[in-house]
């Protein structure tokens, strides 16, 4: 009954979601979104129906400070048992604070992470703990804590599952969202909004508070209600969308352009790889090779073997090693060096700027996102924003920039 009742519980845009969790599709879950997208209430109720369809496991809730577990993510917990109509099978205790479910005894155990040897010294009563949440992530200091946390929890058993729901800090340097950045096998991220969730669960009030701030405050709205990462003014792009590029989509780029930034070490070389829609301006970083001393032998090879470049593909690079150029030339490549010229950086990055949205996949350019999310105007000692652009940390950024030299350089673009 359980599993019946959940669909009509978490809406339409969590189902795919909440079915990957029940069939252990993945380990590690990371949720994010603004007000109201339902990612809380969703581990909520998925975390109960885990417990009970194991009788072996138990589960972990986590938040940074114990004092504020009660009112928040433990009658969360307290309202999922009781909509998955299994009130009268579980028991509250508020010291320590846990759900037990009857039948079995199995437990869902709330604890702050303030007390370090508490968690460290969490045993379970049979089984092992098989399930954590953490919420509100973006509280905790940092994935090591995380980890730790983890460590002490995760052993002694076959499957695990932890969750991590949270609303995106407003910078996107914040730890929170550089982590959302990097790519691995094991973990599913979902992002939500309100938009998502039937108008009737949330309530008039709520809309109208949702829409009076899109109508005065944008980037607030976007923040509180939408989850954006909209910055505090210093980054240098507030276009981009940090998103997976589905095989689908990817079949349908047909403007594909390719640069390449030099480098030996501690520099590195790395080639880029983006669709450019004219009619939408938007760029789309759909692939990227990075490496540390390899000479151009091997990155042309590696070019050739790992991303499909063929020799008629046009590579624009950096001018300023000419004999790289031609030793690409000399392999076969249709290498040619950017034309460069006064003020060119400046230009090219302020037309990135310019752009609709620059289209990042974390899970194919993980160098390029993580660069672009964290490029941020150069300050002086007193913290004022200076109109100048560091130089370091952008070789993806000049790679693009030499990829689409050839479109930015076109009056009226």
Not at 41 to 53: A, C, F, H, W
Not at 70 to 92: C, E, H, N, P
Not at 113 to 127: E, Q, V
Request: with cysteine; aromatic share 10%; glycine share 8%.
């Amino acid at each position: 009954m359980g599993a019946i009742r959940l669909s009509s519980l978490i809406g339409s845009a969590w189902r795919p979601v909440a079915r990957d969790v029940l069939e252990h599709g993945h380990t590690h879950y990371s949720f994010s979104g603004g007000r109201g997208s339902l990612k809380s209430s969703t581990v909520s109720l998925l975390t109960p129906l885990l417990v009970v369809k194991h009788p072996e496991i138990h589960g972990l809730v986590l938040r940074k400070v114990g004092n504020t577990l009660r009112d928040s993510v433990f009658a969360q917990y307290i309202w999922a048992i009781g909509m998955l109509g299994m009130a009268d099978l579980w028991t509250a205790k508020v010291s320590a604070m846990e759900l037990i479910y009857n039948p079995t005894g199995q437990r869902i155990m709330f604890r702050g992470t303030d007390d370090p040897m508490k968690i460290k010294s969490i045993k379970a009563p049979f089984g092992y703990i098989a399930v954590t949440h953490f919420e509100e992530l973006d509280q905790f200091t940092g994935r090591q804590e995380i980890r730790s946390v983890l460590q002490s929890t995760m052993r002694g058993g076959s499957v695990f599952w932890n969750f991590e729901t949270y609303n995106p800090p407003i910078t996107r340097d914040s730890w929170v969202n550089r982590d959302a950045l990097e790519h691995r096998p094991d973990r599913l991220r979902h992002h939500s909004t309100y938009l998502e969730v039937p108008r009737e669960w949330l309530g008039e009030a709520f809309i109208a508070e949702a829409e009076h701030l899109r109508d005065t405050d944008e980037r607030a709205y976007r923040h509180e209600y939408l989850g954006e990462a909209t910055g505090v003014g210093g980054e240098v792009f507030d276009n981009l969308e940090i998103r997976e590029i589905a095989d689908g989509e990817l079949a349908g780029f047909d403007r594909i352009l390719m640069g390449i930034d030099w480098g030996w070490y501690p520099d590195p070389f790395h080639w880029q790889k983006c669709h450019w829609d004219a009619a939408r301006r938007t760029l789309y970083l759909i692939d990227e090779y990075r490496a540390n001393k390899q000479g151009n032998a091997q990155t042309w090879a590696a070019l050739k073997a790992q991303k499909g470049v063929r020799a008629f593909d046009l590579i624009t690079a950096d001018s300023a090693e000419e004999k790289s150029i031609q030793d690409y030339r000399a392999y076969g490549s249709m290498c040619r060096g950017a034309i460069k010229g006064p003020d060119s950086r400046r230009y090219s990055i302020k037309w990135l700027q310019g752009l609709s949205k620059i289209v990042i996949d974390p899970a194919r350019c993980p160098n390029a996102a993580r660069e672009f999310s964290r490029y941020a105007y150069e300050r002086t000692k007193d913290g004022e924003v200076l109109n100048s652009y560091p130089d370091g940390n952008d070789h993806s950024i000049d790679a693009l920039r030499y990829a689409t030299e050839q479109i930015w350089r076109r009056k009226g673009q």
